[in-house]
């Protein structure tokens, strides 16, 4: 930061009528390694304070002594170059420091995530990745053992079928917004889908949630009917407002010369639409629609009250509960530490024996959360992927 | 653009007229598709608001404010704590979020150097891309305890020590800071907590649309403004925050109504309560709506889940309005993102 210093503009005059242009004490001078040891000198201070009062970590340490930084680098900048080069110095800090203070969730989450969460799928008994191939039948108390291939098998059926019911209504008013809102009663009524499209941006995932389970409930005998659908209904209700945003982003990028060529050479409307605009925007609309996806495959709120939970395979979206990655997640966390009475548990009825650990059910959730972050992160690098490689280069 | 003008003109040797009205037919589906999907959006909110509204009316009905029976349940009784921290918790994670937000962004936009400002966006919008129950784990079990010291620390300094003399009327020997005043108890599930998880998954949201308004401001006027001598900081003062204020509002409220929904953090860090209290330390005070929802829905049914999704239906009638607003002063500041 400091090195741009000399590009930095000279300090004005600020007392008109005096002779002397650069005045001394409001001038950026101060070489860069100069704000290295006010900070060292911040962190000594803080780490010595933290052992007076015996509370000495690393985390307290650093944020003392960023605040001393702070502190410190003000005060001598303010002697050495006035005030407001000494403001400036502050502020750069200060904005530095915000950035660092985001990155230490994201970088603290990923290393726990990460860490917990890998050290379970590599430990899994019997073998490593068993974890992602064995569903929770037969797991009682703090057994170590059981998977989630039954919660991973029911994320991607409820994500399948959301989508296909979000992407082509999706698709679709896009489509409409962009070609065919364009005069008399289609302009009024494309700026009211605009609208709403952005009130369904801001619904609340439990309130979408209450509504797949509210439209079920209606129309059913059985009150308590949990479905892998009703879950894939309450997450399109949160998916088409991201498709349609984003797809209704590229299809405006496609330049009307194409389409206007196109109807030169007699090709009728929705040929043009097809075979030159959706084709020329087919990479960013990929991105957009993986991005969703990758978005929604996360929602855990709707799911909860739409899909409930088991414990092994559903592959039926139409019958009966279906556990998720998320949901399994929450349930995992919500039970806690197991009970532990002996070194190993065993199943009353199908006689197995498992190692017992009180962690378990942390753990698993540990795990589950590594691999639902895998799955984001994979979507998201596919979506990067995508709209680096294949999109059309168009001037612009 | 009309496309019976077109079709006529195509050079079609065999049978024009068929392959004419095969194309028109091909036109008048994909418009139907177009606007019907269109008007399927209509619909579906328009069902939104029905089922939401229709399957909370035997609450309402039933409740202590309608029948005016004493023994009933009260309508208000229940839902106004959940509106109450639900609104406190969405607050604490905004004054957390907005000044770190503005931070980040103009660290892209002003401070990072260019080469640098995309990649570090993208670690910004990676944030948003964890999903809340992760982030839940991660506040509930690996954040909760490391805030234990400085929470106890607030609690003993800031909400004990300066207090309102004992003469003054109501508050008379209280903290002057009641926030951190009461008595926190480990583990410290409390709505700071969850506040502060509520912050971190706000922040992409509000940096996204900052950094958009920050880099639109007019290149000239910066220059201005540094030719005239002025730091960097007192460019950023004098041109850019002005030029980017309303963004920022707007920004704000994209954030609050996100964290007026948020469920998950909420559900697994806060331990449940129902009080008007503002001592956001202490445990077992406060639950938000969304929370509450999630965390009572697998055992209710009738009324209580009528219940249920009347205090859906007030979040989703709050969050509406908040979002309506963000909308029309980011259309009135001309932001686009």
């Known amino acids: 930061m400091t090195t741009t210093s000399t590009k930095g503009p000279a300090a004005p005059p600020e007392q008109t009528g005096s002779p002397v242009l650069r005045r001394p004490h409001d001038e950026r001078r101060l070489p860069w390694f100069h704000l290295v040891l006010t900070g060292l000198a911040g962190l000594l201070v803080a780490v010595a304070l933290l052992a007076i009062f015996d509370s000495l970590s690393i985390p307290a340490a650093i944020l003392l002594g960023f605040v001393l930084h702070l502190a410190f680098g003000y005060l001598y900048s303010r002697i050495r170059e006035g005030r407001r080069w000494a403001t400036d110095r502050l502020m750069t800090l200060v904005v530095i420091g915000a950035f660092a203070i985001a990155m230490f969730p994201l970088v603290s989450l990923l290393w726990a995530v990460i860490g917990r969460g890998l050290t379970r799928v590599l430990a899994a008994a019997p073998s490593p990745f068993a974890f992602w191939t064995t569903d929770m039948s037969g797991i009682i108390g703090g057994a170590e053992a059981g998977g989630v291939v039954h919660a991973t098998i029911g994320t991607l059926l409820i994500t399948l079928w959301a989508s296909i019911i979000s992407i082509p209504i999706g698709l679709f008013t896009a489509i409409f917004l962009v070609e065919y809102a364009d005069q008399g009663w289609r302009r009024v009524l494309g700026q009211g889908v605009t609208f709403l499209v952005d009130v369904m941006t801001g619904i609340p995932s439990i309130v979408a949630g209450l509504f797949g389970l509210a439209l079920f409930i209606a129309f059913m005998p059985d009150q308590s009917v949990r479905m892998g659908i009703m879950g894939a209904v309450a997450l399109s209700l949160l998916m088409i407002p991201t498709v349609v945003r984003s797809s209704e982003e590229m299809l405006r990028l496609v330049p009307m010369d194409l389409r206007e060529a196109s109807y030169a050479l007699g090709v009728p409307k929705w040929l043009t639409i097809v075979k030159v605009v959706l084709r020329t925007a087919i990479a960013g609309l990929t991105t957009g629609i993986t991005l969703a996806i990758a978005r929604v495959i996360g929602e855990t709120a709707p799911l909860l009250l739409t899909v409930g939970m088991v414990t092994s395979v559903n592959w039926n979206m139409f019958d009966g509960r279906m556990a998720t990655l998320p949901t399994f997640i929450n349930q995992q966390y919500r039970a806690g530490s197991a009970n532990c009475m002996n070194d190993t548990v065993t199943n009353p009825v199908t006689q197995e024996v498992y190692a017992c650990s009180i962690t378990t059910n942390i753990d698993r959730a540990w795990a589950a959360a590594f691999t639902l972050i895998v799955i984001v992160m994979v979507l998201n690098i596919v979506a990067r992927l995508v709209s680096y490689y294949f999109s059309p280069k168009l001037t612009r | ?337």
């Open chain 2, 1 to 337: 653009m009309s496309t019976t003008d077109v079709t006529p003109k195509t050079p079609e040797a065999t049978s024009p007229s068929m392959a004419s009205s095969r194309r028109r037919m091909g036109d008048s589906v994909f418009s139907a598709l177009s606007i019907g999907s269109g008007l399927l959006i209509f619909v579906t909110l328009a069902l939104v608001a029905v089922f939401l509204t229709t399957e909370s009316m035997p609450a309402v009905m039933e409740s202590k404010e309608i029948i005016g029976d004493a023994s009933a349940f009260s309508l208000l009784e229940t839902t106004l704590p959940l509106i109450f921290g639900t609104i406190l918790a969405a607050a604490i994670a905004l004054a957390i979020a907005i000044p770190v937000s503005i931070g980040i962004a103009l660290f892209i936009s002003h401070y990072a150097p260019r080469r640098l400002a995309s990649g570090l966006g993208y670690m910004i919008d990676l944030l948003a891309a964890v999903p809340s129950v992760v982030y839940g784990l991660w506040g509930g079990i690996w954040l909760v305890p490391k805030l234990e010291p400085l929470y106890l620390f607030l609690n003993s300094t800031l909400g004990t020590w300066p207090s309102w003399p004992g003469f003054v009327p109501f508050v008379g020997g209280e903290p002057v800071v009641a926030l951190f005043a009461g008595d926190p108890t480990a583990p410290m599930r409390n709505l700071a907590s969850a506040a502060i998880v509520l912050a971190v998954m706000i922040l992409p949201i509000i940096t996204a649309v900052a950094r958009e308004i920050f880099l639109q401001t007019p290149r000239l006027q910066e220059e201005a403004a540094l030719a005239l001598g002025a730091t960097r900081w007192e460019t950023i003062r004098t041109v850019v925050l002005p030029f980017g204020k309303s963004g920022v509002v707007a920004a704000s409220m994209l954030g609050l109504g996100r964290a007026l929904g948020e469920t998950m953090a909420v559900l697994m860090i806060l331990a449940p309560g129902a009080t008007f209290s503002f001592h956001i330390l202490e445990v077992g005070m406060h639950q938000s709506i969304a929370a509450n929802i999630a965390s009572k829905q697998a055992e209710a049914s009738g009324t209580d889940m009528s219940l249920l999704i009347f205090t859906g239906l007030v979040l989703f009638v709050l969050t509406f309005i908040i979002n309506a607003l963000a909308r029309w002063i980011v259309a009135r500041s001309g932001v686009k993102s």
